[in-house]
């Protein structure tokens, strides 16, 4: 059974649902899974790189390195 028959049948099952504790339960479930799908692609920086990066950027702007907002909107239209 492909994706999109599972989707539908999964569909028709939830739609037949009356108890609302269940429908709470897929709910948060669903929740947890995405989260924990989002989190396989996008990973946390550390505290330390974090902080070197904001180091990094005001260093940038003391010494003239950065492109003005109004400069990137100029390139982008």
């Given at each position: 059974?492909?994706?999109?028959?599972?989707k539908?049948?999964?569909?028709?099952?939830?739609?037949?649902?009356?108890n609302?504790?269940i429908?709470?339960?897929?709910?948060?479930?669903?929740?947890?899974l995405?989260?924990?799908?989002y989190?396989?692609?996008?990973?946390?920086?550390?505290l330390?790189?974090?902080?070197?990066?904001?180091?990094?950027?005001?260093?940038?702007?003391?010494?003239?390195?950065?492109?003005?907002?109004?400069?990137?909107?100029?390139?982008?239209?």
């Amino acid at each position: 059974m492909n994706i999109d028959s599972r989707k539908l049948l999964f569909i028709q099952e939830f739609l037949r649902l009356n108890n609302e504790d269940i429908i709470i339960g897929l709910e948060k479930t669903m929740k947890q899974l995405k989260i924990k799908q989002y989190e396989k692609i996008i990973k946390p920086i550390s505290l330390d790189q974090f902080n070197e990066e904001i180091n990094q950027a005001i260093e940038d702007s003391r010494n003239d390195k950065v492109i003005k907002a109004t400069e990137l909107r100029k390139k982008w239209n």
